[in-house]
């Protein structure tokens, strides 16, 4: 579905990415794991044409989509899920999902993802009227992947989505992305907690300092070496 | 009978309402701190002057001033694209200076500091606008024909477009939307607006000079638009009655005119300070300015 060969990108003039050549296949989840600073966050980045990309191509479906602006990544099937969430806390969920579908301009089409997102996500449809702020964090990242599922993706990029969630909602939240992996969404999903990411990832990357240091499924976890490096506390 | 003051000060009003809710547009609502709209404002007074002093009628002239105006507007939008806060707002007062050094010095086109006067009043085809009581009439239809288009506009998908560009640029690229086309629009509409009032205020003084646009005019306007609160039209309407008509009994009071300047420039940043501490989000303020 995915396939990177040689990406080297950063910021500015700053190389974070150094090379990387990587596959997602469609339907599976892929969990990008590793150290802070390992370029995670900046992988996905490069995806979504939102850091400096120096060399390398990115294939989604056979096409370059290396450098396609942001806006037209949507049009391919890809939606991205940024770290922090980043709703609309001044608008109500209900506007935020608005947001999410004004890529459509049929309004029967758009209420009705937004009504399939509510019988996906039925926290949501309790709190469609209220803002966005009032929620709690995990239901924010909830009504952040709901907004971008409203698109229809059929690849869906994750960052951190865990980052400042308690356990029961991180629980909660790696479970809908369970469910809408069942649902044909292949995934890639960057994540701080990876033991959670690779228990649910059909394929594991494993950066460091911008590389791909090991890949594997979901043995990986067994690997002393990982397992000391990178899991030492788990 | 309205006596001539109290029209006068109704007209000044109904153009600095426009004004006002234009900027909102672009400041409130799109989050574009933009320093540059007083540029807009001498853009279409003196698109509307130049055209109708040498014959386009004015009707023409006024539609120029907004569309002449809008044009810079994207222009600058255009040009400005990837600044954003402090650095967009040094760039569009930028813009400021740059216009106000072309009225001062191209002298073929502007005349210069000696300006452009006899501003002919405007003339509707049919009817002629002589009399300021009919003069605030049309400054009236205009105000209110604005705040309708404004407020269509930030009420309707695009408008929320807007506000989400405002609370979170990234977010609403990654969710498919160009946001640089979308703020071009919204800035090309809010100097659009801008050069309207531009053209008001030409053809009311019938007198423009470099200095009625010098970058300390955006103080007042920057003023009302925090005051009556960032993302709403109600707010500027009321703000703009209570600023314009504020330092008002100054003039009674027997202040000589080299004094009631500064104390007016006093009030409004007396006004800005108390509302910063005290209500923060203006008089009906939708984002807080912490």
Redesign the interface.
């Given at each position: 579905m995915i396939k990177i060969e040689k990406l080297q990108s950063g910021y500015n003039k700053t190389k974070i990415i150094k090379g990387l050549d990587m596959v997602a296949v469609a339907g599976e989840i892929t969990a990008i794991i590793g150290p802070n600073g390992a370029g995670k966050s900046t992988l996905l980045k490069s995806v979504f044409n939102l850091c400096d990309i120096y060399s390398g191509k990115i294939f989604y479906k056979e096409e370059n989509i290396k450098k396609l602006p942001t806006h037209d990544l949507i049009n391919f099937g890809i939606s991205y899920v940024p770290q922090g969430r980043q709703v609309f806390t001044n608008m109500t969920v209900k506007e935020n999902l608005e947001m999410g579908a004004f890529v459509f301009k049929d309004k029967e089409l758009i209420n009705k993802n937004i009504e399939d997102i509510y019988r996906k996500f039925p926290i949501l449809k309790q709190k469609q009227n209220q803002d966005a702020a009032t929620l709690s964090g995990g239901q924010q990242q909830l009504l952040a992947i709901a907004r971008s599922l409203i698109q229809n993706p059929q690849l869906l990029l994750l960052d951190e989505p865990s980052l400042g969630l308690s356990p029961k909602a991180m629980k909660e939240v790696f479970k809908k992305i369970q469910e809408i992996n069942k649902e044909g969404v292949s995934v890639i999903i960057v994540e701080q907690n990876a033991k959670k990411a690779v228990e649910i990832a059909d394929r594991t990357y494993i950066l460091e300092n911008g590389k791909i240091a090991l890949s594997g499924g979901k043995e990986i976890l067994k690997n002393p070496k990982i397992k000391n490096i990178y899991f030492g506390g788990i | 009978m309205l006596s001539a003051y109290i029209i006068h000060l109704l007209i000044l009003i109904g153009i600095y309402l426009i004004l006002c809710l234009s900027l909102q547009l672009a400041l409130g609502y799109t989050g574009l701190l933009n320093l540059g709209h007083i540029a807009f404002y001498a853009i279409g007074a003196y698109t509307s002057a130049l055209l109708t002093l040498s014959g386009v009628p004015f009707i023409v002239s006024f539609l120029m001033a907004g569309i002449v105006s809008a044009l810079f507007g994207y222009l600058l939008a255009f040009s400005t694209n990837k600044l954003k806060g402090d650095y967009l707002a040094l760039a569009t007062l930028g813009f400021t200076f740059v216009i106000y050094a072309i009225a001062l010095n191209w002298t073929d086109l502007t005349n210069g500091a000696l300006g452009l006067a006899g501003i002919p009043k405007p003339d509707l085809g049919i009817l002629q606008i002589k009399s300021n009581a009919f003069y605030l009439f049309f400054v009236s239809i205009t105000a209110v024909f604005s705040y309708l288009i404004i407020n269509k506009i930030v009420k309707s998908?695009f408008g929320?477009?807007l506000?989400?560009i405002r609370?979170?640029e990234?977010?609403?690229?990654?969710?498919?939307?160009?946001?640089f086309k979308i703020k071009n629009y919204s800035l090309a509409v809010s100097a659009f607006f801008a050069g309207i009032a531009g053209s008001l205020y030409a053809h009311y003084i019938t007198f423009i000079d470099p200095s009625s646009f010098g970058f300390m005019q955006i103080i007042p306007i920057l003023s009302i638009v925090i005051i009556g609160g960032i993302a709403s039209l109600r707010g500027t309407v009321l703000a703009t009655f209570v600023l314009v008509l504020l330092p008002e009994p100054l003039r009674f009071i027997g202040f000589p005119s080299s004094v009631v300047g500064p104390v007016r420039q006093i009030i409004y940043a007396l006004m800005l300070l108390l509302i910063l501490m005290y209500r923060p989000k203006g008089f009906y303020g939708?984002?807080s300015l912490e």
């Amino acid at each position: 579905m995915i396939k990177i060969e040689k990406l080297q990108s950063g910021y500015n003039k700053t190389k974070i990415i150094k090379g990387l050549d990587m596959v997602a296949v469609a339907g599976e989840i892929t969990a990008i794991i590793g150290p802070n600073g390992a370029g995670k966050s900046t992988l996905l980045k490069s995806v979504f044409n939102l850091c400096d990309i120096y060399s390398g191509k990115i294939f989604y479906k056979e096409e370059n989509i290396k450098k396609l602006p942001t806006h037209d990544l949507i049009n391919f099937g890809i939606s991205y899920v940024p770290q922090g969430r980043q709703v609309f806390t001044n608008m109500t969920v209900k506007e935020n999902l608005e947001m999410g579908a004004f890529v459509f301009k049929d309004k029967e089409l758009i209420n009705k993802n937004i009504e399939d997102i509510y019988r996906k996500f039925p926290i949501l449809k309790q709190k469609q009227n209220q803002d966005a702020a009032t929620l709690s964090g995990g239901q924010q990242q909830l009504l952040a992947i709901a907004r971008s599922l409203i698109q229809n993706p059929q690849l869906l990029l994750l960052d951190e989505p865990s980052l400042g969630l308690s356990p029961k909602a991180m629980k909660e939240v790696f479970k809908k992305i369970q469910e809408i992996n069942k649902e044909g969404v292949s995934v890639i999903i960057v994540e701080q907690n990876a033991k959670k990411a690779v228990e649910i990832a059909d394929r594991t990357y494993i950066l460091e300092n911008g590389k791909i240091a090991l890949s594997g499924g979901k043995e990986i976890l067994k690997n002393p070496k990982i397992k000391n490096i990178y899991f030492g506390g788990i | 009978m309205l006596s001539a003051y109290i029209i006068h000060l109704l007209i000044l009003i109904g153009i600095y309402l426009i004004l006002c809710l234009s900027l909102q547009l672009a400041l409130g609502y799109t989050g574009l701190l933009n320093l540059g709209h007083i540029a807009f404002y001498a853009i279409g007074a003196y698109t509307s002057a130049l055209l109708t002093l040498s014959g386009v009628p004015f009707i023409v002239s006024f539609l120029m001033a907004g569309i002449v105006s809008a044009l810079f507007g994207y222009l600058l939008a255009f040009s400005t694209n990837k600044l954003k806060g402090d650095y967009l707002a040094l760039a569009t007062l930028g813009f400021t200076f740059v216009i106000y050094a072309i009225a001062l010095n191209w002298t073929d086109l502007t005349n210069g500091a000696l300006g452009l006067a006899g501003i002919p009043k405007p003339d509707l085809g049919i009817l002629q606008i002589k009399s300021n009581a009919f003069y605030l009439f049309f400054v009236s239809i205009t105000a209110v024909f604005s705040y309708l288009i404004i407020n269509k506009i930030v009420k309707s998908p695009f408008g929320k477009v807007l506000e989400a560009i405002r609370d979170d640029e990234l977010a609403v690229r990654i969710l498919g939307k160009n946001t640089f086309k979308i703020k071009n629009y919204s800035l090309a509409v809010s100097a659009f607006f801008a050069g309207i009032a531009g053209s008001l205020y030409a053809h009311y003084i019938t007198f423009i000079d470099p200095s009625s646009f010098g970058f300390m005019q955006i103080i007042p306007i920057l003023s009302i638009v925090i005051i009556g609160g960032i993302a709403s039209l109600r707010g500027t309407v009321l703000a703009t009655f209570v600023l314009v008509l504020l330092p008002e009994p100054l003039r009674f009071i027997g202040f000589p005119s080299s004094v009631v300047g500064p104390v007016r420039q006093i009030i409004y940043a007396l006004m800005l300070l108390l509302i910063l501490m005290y209500r923060p989000k203006g008089f009906y303020g939708k984002v807080s300015l912490e």
